[in-house]
Nanobody, 117 residues
């Protein structure tokens, strides 16, 4: 079992910045992928960004150039630096960990990000 604890959400004005953090603990495989997804009211959960244990990152087109994902493997922590935030970025952001090889996936409880115009 894996536990994911997110932090760093909040309310920010358009154009502002936030940094999300997610700490993982438990049965974490060496080869894994961590990432962030988000879900706005009335919409499906969507990928924001992911990063493998080797540092290979992937971003949704809507956040490229504004969001940066990074991780600290020693601390089992993944970060999402968000700049130039837009009202359409408003959503609950969820941390995800995928143990590659056995395909087990885990979710955090979510952290609210609200961007006012």
């Amino acid at each position: 079992q894996v536990q994911l604890v997110e932090s760093g959400g909040g309310l920010v004005q358009a154009g502002g910045s936030l940094r999300l953090s997610c700490v993982a603990s438990g049965s974490i495989f060496r080869i894994n992928r961590m990432g962030w997804y988000r879900q706005a009211p009335g919409k499906q959960r969507e990928l924001v960004a992911t990063i493998t244990n080797l540092g290979s990152a992937n971003y949704a087109d809507s956040v490229k150039g504004r969001f940066t994902i990074s991780r600290d493997n020693g601390q089992n922590t993944v970060y999402l630096q968000m700049v130039n935030l837009k009202p359409e970025d408003t959503a609950v952001y969820y941390c995800n960990l995928l143990n590659i090889g056995i395909g087990s996936a885990y979710w955090g409880q979510g952290t609210q990000v609200t961007v006012s115009s």
